[in-house]
């Protein structure tokens, strides 16, 4: 069924969603290996900030706000399934919160899997109590309207990187990695050969191998040693 609304103020219907299994697998991964594993892109900006230190993973639903306005990110709530991680563009605005405790208390009622603001939130201490994963840009006492116009389920910069409806997001305490829905599989079997790479050097260093060759075979081919 076609979305009802606009271009720039519209509902759009959320893709298909890629297997629980698979988004299982990336539960736990660090955000770091999953942004190696795509070319070191595909992550946010370090000005997204965790409010509440806790790691999230699900998949996205976007949301594009007027800037001072959260129409519909109080939308998004409703239309997020249980896992799903609210994912805002506030068009640049760092001083309107669009996100604070009592829509915290929906979203935990929802059983959201977190959101992520490029822009402020507040009510820090509250959304910390509820135990809800939350990033933002910055933190700040302002309000703002509920009028809209915005989009729901539409392409968005978030944290200097383009995020997609149905997207993976994975967050910890290094940052946030966003995961193309259609990139998924190869992405998480880039990351496994990264792992296994990680663990077989952590033993080589256990074993007494400490710093590896190929640092001083680069600097001699460089004539920085010899």
């Known amino acids: ?34 942004a190696d594993a795509m070319g070191r892109f595909g992550f946010m900006d370090p000005g997204m900030q965790s409010r509440s230190g806790l790691a999230m993973c699900g998949l996205a639903v976007t949301v594009q706000c007027r800037p001072a306005d959260n129409l519909m990110v109080h939308k998004a709530l409703q239309v997020a399934k249980p896992g799903d991680i609210v994912v805002v563009s506030t068009c640049g605005n760092t001083t309107s919160a669009v996100f604070g405790e009592l829509m915290c208390h929906t979203a935990t009622a929802a ?72 990139s998924a599989a190869e992405v998480l079997a880039r990351v496994v050969e990264l792992m296994n790479r990680e663990s077989k050097r952590v033993a080589e260093i256990d074993s007494g191998q400490i710093f590896k060759a190929e640092i001083d075979e680069t600097l001699r081919k460089k004539g920085v040693i010899e």
Request: neutral net charge; aromatic residues 4%.
């Open 1 to 34: 069924m076609p979305a009802a609304g606009q271009p720039g103020f519209r509902v759009l219907p959320a893709p298909s969603r890629i297997s629980a299994d698979l988004l299982e697998r990336f539960r736990g991964l660090a955000s770091s290996n999953v």
């Open 111 to 182: 059983k959201l899997g977190g959101i992520i603001v490029d822009g402020a939130v507040r009510d820090v201490e509250g959304i910390k109590r509820l135990g809800f994963p939350a990033y933002s840009r910055t933190v700040c006492p302002g309000s703002c309207d509920k009028d809209g116009p915005g989009e729901i389920n539409v392409p968005i910069s978030c944290g200097g990187t383009v995020v997609s409806p149905g997207d993976i997001i994975v967050g910890d305490a290094d940052g946030i990695a966003v995961v193309p829905r259609d």
